[in-house]
């Protein structure tokens, strides 16, 4: 058996004339927590749902533990947990009887739906409101039923549609730390805007916008295609003027000089690399030689934010 646990290629959605993902390559290994990024329409649940088998695709295929979506489909879908966007529930039942239901209709014999019954209610911390009707339930703890009913099979791929979306802080929290505790033996695909989640809980992410992959890597490799990844912050005291741009500008390591701020008191700059990063050692000899008061001095480490505003943008909006 392959790590591949999650395979698509080609994948492609159209509605009517309108491509809502269009020739999509993806895949997830066993251990990896894959993070789906794009701005809203970008094409996240269509994915997911044509990668749980819920939709099917206008081109393209999905293989799921080596089991074709469309050829296989009990054993494609076998595999898979899902939490849809918003975890529509059906929220007459307790959870108790949610569960229930979920288990029998994916055929678990009973003595293995008592006891995966037992295990994902104590995983959750479910214990004090099975026998609660879902309607009466808290966003978090509705969140939480609905990661249940994801698991309760134990399948080896997650797909979690937005799984903290709506959730207070604490409630993020929380469901972060479930995904990674998960996250060992299981390949996961979480779909997102929060970045800060990829970096906390993401092996890996990708980015899609208008229905086409614009980037895959690591959240670090990410990071490195942020335009202020390896800058340098540099504040001295006094005014600043063109002699000390220009001074910078002679260093080996410094590609480029922004002035960020300035007053009487004090100016700011941001140096850009000329390869990685700006190197300090460097900077700090200059302002030793030239006598600056340096009042601080710090290399950034790029944003996820503002490599995701330009990859997103960089694609044409949709309706
Ligand atoms: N059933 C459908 N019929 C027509 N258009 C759809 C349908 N489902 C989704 N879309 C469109 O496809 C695009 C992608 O939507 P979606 O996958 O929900 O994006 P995301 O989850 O990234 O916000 C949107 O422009 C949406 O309006
Ligand atoms: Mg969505």
């Given at each position: 058996m392959s790590d591949l646990w999650l395979q698509a290629s080609g994948l492609t959605k159209r509605f009517g004339d309108f491509v809502?993902?269009?020739?999509l390559d993806l895949s997830v290994k066993r251990g990896e927590v894959l993070g789906f990024l794009g701005p809203n329409g970008a094409g996240k649940t269509t994915t997911m749902r044509m990668l749980t088998g819920f939709l099917k695709p206008s081109a393209g295929y999905v293989a799921i533990m080596g089991a074709?979506?469309?050829?296989q489909p009990y054993e494609a879908r076998a595999h898979i947990g899902y939490l849809p966007e918003?975890?529509?529930?059906?929220?007459?039942?307790?959870a108790r009887q949610l569960l229930k239901f979920v288990g029998q209709s994916r055929g678990m014999a009973r003595a293995n739906l008592r006891e995966r019954m037992e295990v994902v209610t104590r995983q959750l911390e479910l214990q004090t409101v099975?026998?609660?009707?879902?309607?009466?339930?808290s966003k978090g703890f509705k969140r939480r039923v609905g990661l249940a009913q994801a698991i309760l099979h134990n399948p080896p791929v997650l797909i979690l549609d937005e799984?903290?979306?709506?959730?207070?802080p604490l409630q993020k929290q929380e469901v972060r730390r479930l995904i990674r505790a998960m996250a060992k033996d299981k390949a996961i695909i979480i779909s997102t805007h929060i970045l800060e989640e990829v970096e906390t809980v993401c092996s890996r992410a990708i980015i899609i916008a208008g229905g086409r992959l614009v980037c895959d890597g690591t959240p670090q490799e990410l990071l490195e295609r942020?335009?202020?990844?390896g800058s340098l912050r540099l504040q001295l005291r006094g005014a600043g003027d063109e002699a000390v741009r220009d001074s910078l500008l002679?260093?080996?390591?410094?590609r480029e000089v922004e002035l960020l701020t300035a007053n009487e008191k004090r100016c700011e700059y941001r140096l850009y690399p000329t390869a990685r990063a700006v190197d300090i050692a460097e900077v700090s000899q200059l302002a030793h030689v030239q006598k600056w008061k340096v009042e601080t001095m710090q290399t950034d480490s790029g944003s996820l934010d503002e490599v995701f505003i330009a990859l997103a943008s960089s694609v044409e909006e949709r309706p």
């Open positions: 809502a993902v269009e020739s074709n979506s469309e050829s918003g975890a529509p529930l059906y929220s007459d039942l307790t099975l026998d609660q009707s879902i309607d009466t339930l799984p903290t979306d709506g959730l207070d942020s335009t202020r990844y002679k260093l080996s390591s410094v």
